[in-house]
Structure formats: structure tokens, C-alpha cells
């Protein structure tokens, strides 16, 4: 009879874990725990860990925001996953923002940003529309980008009085003329096609 020999289960401590406190969380709580492990966003007190990117969604991001710092005017500067400290219980990472000129090192803002951009993938697509989206016309933003690469898609949105209004909705190769936050054109195949050998 032959025996069967079963790995050992990996030990907790190498394990990756996250102790998250009890909600209604504050930011000053997210402050007192490590979490360089996940992205962390608070909203109205609940704590959301989102996941990372895929492939395209971080290659959809790199090119946006190389093409976003390019033409951003003086006094703007284009972050990538930084923090934007909306009230003590709500702090939203876009995975874009378009914030004015500071410490270009820093990781929270707790200024308004110009412009924030939220780019979908199958497992955020559905929180980025509906949640995010109404906090930051709650939070008064006055531009938001959704794009979409699997439908190659942007909607752009601005705040008009208390409500976004649809501003521009393109597809593949046409192209969104923007002029807030600043002017720029932008094409969603040109982000999403696949780089060149």
C-alpha cells in the first residue's frame, strides 16, 4: 500500500492578513493600521478593500495619466492612487485625479480635486458607477471620467449646480474634446490598445 503524504499547510504568520476595525470607520482609525497590502477606501464610515488592477486597467491608467500630465496647465498636477480625504468618514482613491500643484510626493489630499477618473474593470465596474460616482457630486468634483476598457468606452461627467450632466460619451476611435479640467483630447482605442513590439 503506498502512502500519501500531504504538504504541510503555509504557516498563519506568512499569510497575508488585515485587521480592519469595526465600522463606522474614521480615517484617523484607517491611520492606526498598516494596510500597504490593499486599497483601502472608506465610504460613510464603511471600509471597502479594493482589488489591484488588471493588466489593461493599469495600462489604460499609465497612458491617461502620461497623456493627462502632458497637457495639464500650470497649477494642476495628475496623481495615480491617491488618497482624496473627502470628510473624516469618506476617503476615495481614484484610480486618477487631477489635483492643484503641491508636494509632489504625498499620498492624501484633503483638497477638492479638479477632475477625478475611475477606470472600470468586471469587479469595479458596478462600485464606480453608482457609489463613487454619487460621492463625488456629492463631494462637489467638478469632473469625472469613467472609463471602460472593455467597451473601449469614456463618459465624461460635470457638475452643473448639484448634479453631474453628461458632458461627452465616446467609443474606440473617437475622440473626447475635452476643456475641464483643462483642454485635451483623448481617444479610449489609443489607451487600450495593446503596446507595440
Known amino acids: 500500500m503506498k502512502s500519501v503524504v500531504q504538504a504541510p499547510a503555509p504557516l498563519r504568520a506568512h499569510r497575508p492578513g488585515l485587521v480592519l476595525p469595526s465600522p463606522p470607520v474614521t480615517v484617523a482609525d484607517l491611520d492606526k493600521i498598516v494596510h500597504d497590502a490593499a486599497r483601502v477606501e472608506i465610504l460613510d464610515g ?3 478593500a479594493r482589488p ?3 493588466p489593461l486597467r493599469a495600462r489604460v491608467t499609465d497612458r491617461l495619466r502620461t497623456l493627462l500630465t502632458d497637457t495639464a496647465t500650470s497649477g494642476a498636477q495628475v496623481f495615480t492612487s ?3 480625504e473627502l470628510s473624516p468618514r469618506c ?7 487631477v489635483v492643484a500643484v503641491g508636494d509632489p510626493a504625498r499620498r492624501r489630499i484633503a483638497e477638492t480635486p479638479f477632475a477625478v477618473v475611475e477606470i472600470a474593470d468586471a469587479s469595479t465596474r458596478r462600485y464606480d458607477r453608482t457609489l463613487k460616482l454619487d460621492l ?5 468634483i467638478p469632473v469625472c471620467w469613467l472609463v471602460d476598457p472593455d467597451s473601449a468606452t469614456i463618459e465624461a461627467f460635470e457638475l452643473v449646480g448639484a448634479d453631474y450632466v453628461p458632458a461627452g460619451v465616446v467609443r474606440g476611435d473617437d475622440r473626447l474634446v475635452a476643456t475641464r479640467p483643462f483642454p485635451v483630447t ?3 482605442a489609443a489607451l487600450i490598445d495593446p503596446p507595440e513590439d
Open 91 to 97: 476617503l476615495l482613491v481614484p484610480d486618477i485625479a
Open 52 to 54: 489591484w488592477p488588471t
Open 82 to 84: 491617491v488618497q482624496v
Open 186 to 188: 483623448v481617444t479610449p
Open 46 to 48: 464603511l471600509l471597502v
Open 136 to 140: 463625488y457630486r456629492e463631494f462637489r
